[in-house]
Each structure stands twice: as C-alpha cells, then as structure tokens.
C-alpha cells in the first residue's frame, strides 16, 4: 500500500533527547479539546506552550526521553471518533515521572493541559506488555525500542470496520499486531479503542514501512519546533 504522508492532515511532533536514549516508562495520551476552543486555538496552544512546556522536561527531574504528539484535523476527527490529540510520552523511569509530578513545578505542567483540554474526557493509558491477548481502552508495547529517536518513526490509525462483532474486531486486532511484529520494526507501541486503534512504529534504517493495509491515516513524523494545520514534524530538543 502506497504511504500516503498526511493523508488526512495530522499534526505531528517527536521529541528526542540523545541517541542514546533506552526505553522506558510510556504514557499513552489521548486528549479532547475544550469545547470553548476552536482548532486554531488548540494549535497556538500548543505552539506556545505545551509542546514547548513538554519538550523542556527532557532537562528536568521528569527525565523525559521521547515525546510523539498527533493531533488530527477536524475532518477525520470526526469522522472517526478520534481524539483532538494523540500523544506517545516516554519518561526514563516510572519512579522519576511520579516524584517530578508531586512537584510544584509537575503540578503546574499537569495543569496547563487544562488550558487545552476537557479534564473531563481526556486521560493516559500506561503501555503494557504485549502477550497475545487485546481489550479495548488497553495500551500495549508490542516491541520494546532501544530508543524511539533511532530510525524512522510512522504514526497511524486503523478505523474499525463496519460490522465486525467485538469478538472479530478484537482478532482483527491481534493478527494485525502480528503482522506488523512481523515485519521487524525497532519498536511497535498500539491503543485499542472499541472504534479504532492508534498505531506508533518505529523503524531500523532502510527497512520496509510494512503492515499498513486498512490506514486511515499513515504519515511519517517530520523535524521542526512548531506546527501548522496539516503538517507534522518531529520536535528537536537540540540546543
């Protein structure tokens, strides 16, 4: 299947830190905008503080490692359910995410996601092992990465198709997963929602972008330190 880079017009965003950086503790965020905002307000939001706010963390006691964030035009947002933002955050331990959180200074961060979105609606899923069996509103670490800042970094969402039972659905799910596993990526991280499944990969130099059959959106992540509507880029921490 031919990539189709921004397909349906996501932001995109990585963070890197070093390269070698080693995989650590994921939080898996999908967050949904205020109601009182517009997408143009969402994206100078961020612009001027979240992802700038996020990307300093990386000098922090948080110890931030990587940082992928997605946010999808309104079209296929809505057309598929999907969340104003996505975000795959790494962190180098759990024990540094929780101590930096207890912060005054980790409070404040938190906090200003609410400037943004619905306290409400959004929330993290912690990425667990993957060992052969799915549920929705699950995270899962298919292929653990020795670092996300190596190779090449894909982002994706895989629509559920219409009529599929949830049992059908949920196998549809795991022999997708193990496509892709298949296919030798350096790292492979997925959501499972009841209506989609959002997809990070990551992949050695020179492999094949394998596995995205069924994308509704399959896009490549970018260099740069601000977004616009309709492009990506990878967010460079580099002094």
């Known amino acids: 299947m031919k990539r189709r880079p921004l397909a349906l017009a996501v ?16 939080r ?14 969402l994206v100078d939001g961020l ?12 000098q922090s ?10 946010v999808p035009e309104v079209a296929p ?15 180098q331990d759990e024990a540094s995410y929780l101590k930096f959180r207890a912060t005054p200074l980790g409070q404040a961060y938190g906090d200003m996601h609410w400037e943004l979105f619905s306290k409400d609606l959004s929330k993290s899923a912690v990425p667990e092992p ?5 549920a929705t509103a699950k995270a899962y670490e298919v292929v653990k990465a020795a670092s996300w800042s190596q190779g090449k970094n894909d982002f994706r969402v895989y629509p559920r198709a219409e009529g599929l039972t949830d049992a059908d659905y949920l196998a549809w799910v795991r022999s997708h997963i193990e496509s892709v596993r298949a296919s030798a990526p350096a790292g492979l991280i997925v959501l499972v929602d009841a209506s989609y499944v959002l997809e990070y990969v ?9 596995g995205s059959e069924g994308a509704a959106i399959d896009t490549a992540l970018a260099i740069g330190r601000t977004v616009t509507e309709g ?8 002094p």
């Open 11 to 26: 932001f995109l965003g990585l963070v890197v830190v070093g390269a070698d950086a080693q995989a650590g503790y994921f």
């Open 28 to 41: 898996f965020w999908r967050g949904y905008k205020r109601a009182d905002l517009t997408e143009q307000q």
């Open 47 to 58: 612009n001027a503080r979240l992802l700038p706010a996020t990307g300093a963390l990386a």
């Open 61 to 70: 006691d948080a110890h931030l490692t990587s940082y992928q964030p997605v």
């Open 77 to 91: 947002q809505a057309q598929y359910g999907l969340p104003h933002e996505v975000a795959l955050v790494e962190y």
């Open 130 to 134: 993957y060992v052969g069996v799915v």
């Open 202 to 210: 990551s992949w050695p130099d020179g492999a094949t972008h394998a």
């Open 231 to 238: 492009t990506g880029i990878v967010y460079d921490l580099t």
